[in-house]
């Protein structure tokens, strides 16, 4: 049923990546019968093959290619050669990702309207209104399943969520629930119900977690129209002397140079390897990379500001049992710049097994204080703090100079510094996550420091202007008619939120773009 | 690791040689009587094994969790000291210069020094050296992610196989 395309068809839309943005999208366009390859750089593993087991997965999901790191995140110090926790395999970082589906707050589309000029930070209104996006958020949340949407109830409170929960009520937090999840609460979409069995970020053992690897991608190759290429590094987007996009230069599973022609090209590998593929392909005509005359590729790449709260009880609270993202408090989530900074975050439970906390507690650390912090675990509550971080210039994806992948390739070198603005919001949360477990009688609490990042954004922003950004409002590139950013490298702006649905909603809204302009032989 | 065959035929005062650590050298091996194992070393020194064994629970200290863990968890630094030659010289190197810090202060080898908080004032000296990040950053995974080692920390590991934990507990709190 899948397709079979030639490499010399030109007809054909080529979509580097296979994750929320790129699997997505594939669908949409197969489903209206364009006809679609996805070279995906990672493996197909299948729901039977993941594992409950953290470093066994990492091992089997993670991206793990040479990146270099540079900047002030504690992160370059920690974790020099993995500024990012997602995924190569088909399917992409929604085989790990936790399932929190929230909207964009309508704020968030015009954040340098609402917060003003904030200095070293490289605020933009995106090119869209929440409005613009609304039937597309619905169509996303209909199409994953996210409960407390379409009449889908809510999953159950786990032990972590009930922690949360409590410790929120006694601190007068209004807002907590179990969260909108693109998990089951009862059988949706050919998909069965959440088991509570736990390790969401190894890959979801019973389907009940939405994933573009058995949703979209199955769904697709059904139409015939779709052909998945696993293990298809994209090395290089080939354009003609008039500037359009012809190819993508790719090494197959074999490490065979191969050249795949396209009408239309559209890239979502993520927003570090998004922009370093557009670096990448640097010509005579673009010398500084292909879409890149406004200087902004690889610019203003945000992680959000994120952190971890853990807190230790005297009695067991055994998180790990049951969904990782297993609840959320949004009162801290508006623009109240009355707390010091502007913007604002998430609230929402997080557990990870025995290996991974001692890993990410506090990364480096040893001694009896840290492994008393470890003696507790049974007695562990634990919630993860994500909120919009400001965009900055200099916060930037570049190749490294010196170092390569094994195809030659120069690998991309991620930079990094918090601006003042996520310091303090860092700073903020931080207390207001330890008193939510203080109220509920805490003995210890560890405000924890970012993880390598998972939420990566920015990287190919979209703006009305094409001197200001690198795409517009449908993720067109503003140099090449016929070539798309199709993930979250688009994001103007990061939001508070996860920003998955907003991916997805994105994706749906680009394809209907794209099959009407194909339509129309505009592109 | 091997059984516990030697164990037994060590004399008394083989037993008052190591002062501060249970494990006893004979021949290649270490020889850990009260937890009845031995583990032959093949590529190091036996008493680099054994400070490096003393310095892994020096670093991350638990006192419910027995000496093998740790020793298992260092194991694999003498298997590569068997293929790497440079990671052999880093180690052999790396212990000498912690057994000199040690003779100087206390006039003992490291792993004979009496107190934990002594042993780590000394290894604070050198934390930022290439041999602790190495020997550390190796055991934060070596020592963790042993499924042996997980309850004594109540975690539970592996859940799917038994259906998750939707009838096992995963709401089952009750203090709050």
């Known amino acids: 049923m899948a397709a079979k395309f030639n490499l010399t068809d030109d007809t054909i839309v080529v979509i580097i990546g296979s994750g929320a943005g790129g699997g997505t999208l594939a669908n949409e366009l197969a489903q209206r019968g364009i006809k679609v390859v996805i070279l995906e750089a990672g493996p197909r593993h299948e729901i039977e093959d993941f594992v409950n087991d953290e470093w066994e997965s990492f091992g089997q999901l993670a991206w793990k290619d040479m990146r270099t790191t540079a900047g002030s995140w504690k992160v370059h110090r920690d974790f020099p050669n993995l500024p990012a926790w997602i995924v190569k395999a088909v399917g992409g970082s929604t085989v790990h990702w936790a399932g929190a589906s929230l909207r964009f707050q309508e704020h968030e589309f015009k954040t340098r309207t609402v917060y003003g000029a904030i200095q070293g930070a490289n605020l933009m209104d995106w090119p869209i209104t929440l409005k613009d996006l609304e039937p597309y958020y619905a169509k996303a949340e209909d199409k994953m399943s996210v409960t407390r949407t379409n009449g889908i109830p809510g999953l159950p409170g786990n032990n972590n969520f009930k922690v949360l929960a409590a410790g929120a009520a006694k601190v007068g937090y209004k807002q907590v629930h179990t969260g909108r999840m693109a998990i089951n609460s009862q059988p949706r979409g050919g998909r069965g119900s959440c088991q509570q069995i736990g390790f969401c970020f190894q890959g979801c053992k019973s389907g009940a977690k939405w994933s573009t690897l058995y949703t979209e991608i199955p769904k697709g190759e059904e139409t015939g129209k779709l052909e998945v290429r696993p293990e298809s590094h994209a090395a290089r987007i080939e354009h003609d002397a008039a500037g359009k996009a012809t190819g993508v230069v790719y090494f197959d599973k074999d490490g065979k140079q191969q050249r795949q022609k396209a009408r239309i090209v559209c890239v979502a590998g993520n927003s570090i390897e998004t922009p370093r593929l557009l670096l990448l392909s640097e010509s005579s005509r673009f010398p500084n990379g292909l879409a890149n005359s406004s200087g902004q590729v690889g610019r203003n790449y945000m992680r959000h500001m994120t952190g971890s709260v853990y807190a230790v009880f005297d009695k067991p609270v055994r998180m790990w049992r049951g969904t990782t993202m297993a609840g959320i408090v949004t009162d801290e989530a508006a623009n109240n710049p009355q707390r010091g900074f502007v913007g604002g975050f998430e609230i929402e439970t997080l557990s990870i097994g025995l290996p991974f906390m001692a890993a990410f507690l506090d990364p480096g650390a040893w001694g009896r204080e840290f492994t008393s912090a470890l003696d507790g675990y049974e007695n562990m509550s634990g919630m993860w703090l994500v909120g919009e971080d400001m965009p900055q210039e200099s916060n930037r994806v570049t190749l490294d100079p010196a170092a390569k992948d094994k195809w030659d390739l120069a690998v991309a070198n991620v930079h990094f510094d918090d601006h003042q603005n996520d310091i303090a919001m860092r700073k903020y949360a931080h207390k207001a996550g330890s008193a939510v477990y203080e109220a509920v009688g805490a003995t210890r609490t560890f405000p924890t420091p970012p993880y390598p990042s998972t939420h990566n954004l920015g990287t190919c922003r979209m703006s009305e202007n094409p001197r200001d950004g690198v795409c517009n409002k449908f993720g067109q590139t503003h140099d090449v008619r016929n070539l798309f950013i199709s993930d979250g490298s688009q994001f103007t702006t990061g939001g508070a939120e996860n920003p998955t649905l907003t991916i997805v909603s994105l994706a749906i809204r680009q394809a209907e773009y794209i099959a009407d302009e194909m339509g129309k032989k505009n592109i | ?176």
């Open chain 2, 1 to 176: 690791m091997a059984g516990n065959g030697n164990a037994n035929k060590l004399d008394r005062r083989q037993f008052l040689a190591g002062v501060s650590t249970a494990l006893i050298i004979s021949g290649a091996a270490l020889i850990h009587p009260a937890e009845a194992w031995g583990l032959e070393v093949k590529n190091l020194t036996p008493e680099t094994m054994r400070t490096l064994i003393k310095m892994a629970r020096d670093i991350y200290p638990h006192d419910r969790l027995a000496d093998r863990f740790y020793a298992v968890a260092m194991k694999g630094y003498d298997e590569k000291a068997g293929s790497d030659a440079a990671t052999r010289a880093m180690l052999e190197t790396g212990v000498s210069t912690l057994d000199e810090l040690a003779r100087k202060k206390h006039g003992v080898t490291y792993a004979d020094v009496d107190w934990e908080a002594e042993r780590v004032a000394l290894l604070r000296q050198i934390e930022n050296d290439k041999f602790f990040q190495t020997v550390r950053g190796g055991l934060v995974v070596s020592l963790y992610n042993q499924k042996d080692v997980w309850p004594a920390f109540g975690y539970e590991g592996e859940s799917a196989s038994k259906g998750g934990y939707i009838s096992r507990g995963f709401d089952d709190i009750t203090w709050l």
